[in-house]
């Protein structure tokens, strides 16, 4: 099936992508971010944060946001 990724870490990136039908958020994650701490990260779908093991649907809007800007002074 067909999303749209979006990922805002660094650069940033936008396009549709197919997953297997049943993927859940946190499988997509991990495919595209590899082994990084998910609680650094703001996840939605459809621009509502959602639980790791949603299951994506056909069409849904996934994005991925760092929570803290490496070398960002608070």
Sequence with gaps: ???MFINN???GFADYVEVPH?????????QKLG???ADQ????????????DQVLCEGDRVS???????????
């Design 1 to 3: 099936m067909k999303i």
């Design 64 to 74: 991925i946001t760092p929570t803290k800007i490496e070398g960002a002074r608070r």
């Design 22 to 30: 049943g993927t859940t958020v946190r499988e997509l994650f991990e």
């Design 35 to 37: 082994p990084v701490k």
């Design 9 to 11: 870490e660094g650069g």
């Design 41 to 52: 990260f703001l996840i939605r779908v459809n621009r509502q944060p959602v639980p790791r």
